[in-house]
C-alpha cells in the first residue's frame, strides 16, 4: 500500500521507520484491525521549494497482524467474497501512526499521526480460469464438518489497478 503526503514545510526529512495501527473500514463498516511494527514501512520524502514537501509513503506489510472482532466477522467475510470475487477492491484504512523522523535538528518521534486514506488491493477476479484440482481425500469428519485435503494449483497473474 502506499500514501502521497504533503507536509507544510520545506526542509530536509528523512522518515527511517514507521509503525501503523489501522482499521479497514468498508461500507461504514470495520472490517479488521490491522497492526505493523516500527520499521515495517518505508518512505521517500523529496523537497521541492522552501514551503512545497512531499513524498510517498509506502507500507509493506511484514510481521503485520490482521485481527477481527466477532463483531466484524460478517464485514469480513463479505470483504474476503468482494477481494475474491472482483478485479479490485477499494477501502479505508482508518487509525493512526508513529513515525521516527530524521531533520537537520536531529531525531524526532512524531506520534500519532491520523490516518484515513482510500487504498485498493488487487482481487482474484473469482480465479476465473486459474485453479486447477489436481485431488481431493477424504480424511475423516463429523457432523458438523468434512476433513478434506485438496491440492490445487493456482495460476494467478494480478491486473494493475
Do not use: R
Not at 512524531?110 to 482474484?124: D, F, H, M, P, R
Request: aromatic content about 6%; overall charge negative.
Amino acid at each position: 500500500m502506499s500514501w502521497n503526503i504533503v507536509l507544510p514545510f520545506g526542509f530536509n526529512i528523512t522518515i527511517s521507520a514507521i509503525q501503523n495501527q489501522f482499521n479497514i473500514v468498508k461500507n461504514g463498516s470495520n472490517v479488521a484491525g490491522l497492526s505493523m511494527p516500527l520499521g515495517a514501512s518505508t518512505s521517500s520524502i523529496s523537497i521541492l521549494e522552501p514551503t512545497d514537501t512531499w513524498g510517498q509513503i509506502n507500507i509493506t506489510i511484514s510481521d503485520g497482524f490482521l485481527n477481527t472482532m466477532n463483531t466484524e466477522h460478517g464485514s469480513f467475510s463479505a470483504f474476503n467474497t468482494e477481494l475474491t470475487d472482483s478485479q479490485i477492491t477499494k477501502f479505508l484504512m482508518v487509525g493512526n501512526s508513529t513515525a521516527v523522523a530524521t531533520t537537520s535538528l536531529g531525531q524526532i518521534m512524531l506520534n500519532s499521526i491520523q490516518v484515513n486514506a482510500t487504498t485498493s488491493l488487487t482481487g482474484l477476479q473469482g480465479l476465473k480460469g486459474f485453479t486447477t484440482i489436481e485431488s481431493v481425500d477424504v480424511l475423516g469428519g463429523t457432523q458438523q464438518a468434512l476433513n478434506l485435503d485438496i491440492i490445487d494449483c493456482i495460476h494467478y497473474q494480478p491486473v494493475e489497478p
